[in-house]
């Protein structure tokens, strides 16, 4: 199947300090890939949608500015934590449909990356 | 809004026991229901899924079918082994949404041999 990677798997931080999450579409193209975030016990919440080629789309409560999408190519789609704190420390989560198989509604999801803000 | 609801884990159970974990949902539409799987270490990865009611999703041994009425979307397994413990997930996804998926809160089972 279709893999998708994800780096760092962790990462640790200082507060205040900004932190790149990067997600690679290994074997297929992805005009879209989506960003979850999942807390301990807890679901998955979609934080926002990265598109290629322009602004993403991010959800209710989810600070733009905070959170920093870019999605520069069909493989690859990075996150930003601008400004960590604490209280951003999580399991962030990618996920891209195949472009070419984008009807069939699955979803191919990476590794994750657990981020902890000392 | 949509939403999915799924029974809370732990489950524990032997091997060669039957699993059930339940999935309900609410949808301002017709939605398609998945179950993904997380094993431990690993990214979610599909296991099933239905798009219209009545259908049955099936894989590795596990079934589970669309129930309109019931608004439910059950996973069920007739034995399981050590190698089903994981998280699993169920979700939907409308038509409307693109591939924009809601998840539930994820069951983790755990099967001891």
């Known amino acids: 199947g279709a893999v998708v990677s994800q780096h760092p798997s962790r990462v640790i931080c200082k507060s205040g300090t900004s932190v790149k999450i990067e997600c690679r579409s290994l074997d297929f193209q992805a005009t879209t890939m989506f960003w979850y975030r999942q807390f301990p016990k807890q679901s998955l919440m979609l934080m926002a949608t990265?598109?290629?080629?322009?602004?993403?789309?991010?959800e209710q409560g989810v600070e733009k500015d905070k959170f920093l999408i870019n999605h520069a190519s069909l493989t690859l789609s990075t996150l930003t934590v601008t400004s960590a704190h604490p209280e951003d420390s999580s399991f962030y989560i990618c996920s891209a449909p195949d472009r070419d198989r984008s009807n069939t509604g699955e979803l191919f999801f990476g590794e994750g990356s657990r981020l902890t803000v000392l | 809004g949509d939403s999915v609801t799924q029974m809370e884990g732990p489950v524990t159970l032997s091997e060669e026991a039957f699993l059930t974990i339940n999935c309900t949902y609410t949808a301002t539409g017709y939605p398609s229901l998945f179950w993904y799987v997380q094993y431990p270490g690993e990214g979610l990865q599909l296991l099933l899924k239905?798009?219209?009611?009545?259908d049955k999703g099936s894989n590795k041994g596990f079934e589970a079918t669309y129930r309109k009425e019931t608004t439910s979307f059950h996973l069920e397994k007739g034995s399981v082994q050590v190698s089903d413990s994981a998280v699993y997930f169920c979700?939907?996804?409308?038509?409307?949404?693109?591939?924009?998926?809601?998840f539930g809160g994820g069951t983790r089972v755990l099967v001891k041999p």
């Open positions: 990265s598109n290629e080629g322009s602004k993403a789309t991010y």
């Open positions: 239905a798009t219209k009611a009545d």
């Open positions: 979700a939907l996804r409308l038509g409307a949404a693109g591939n924009k998926l809601t």
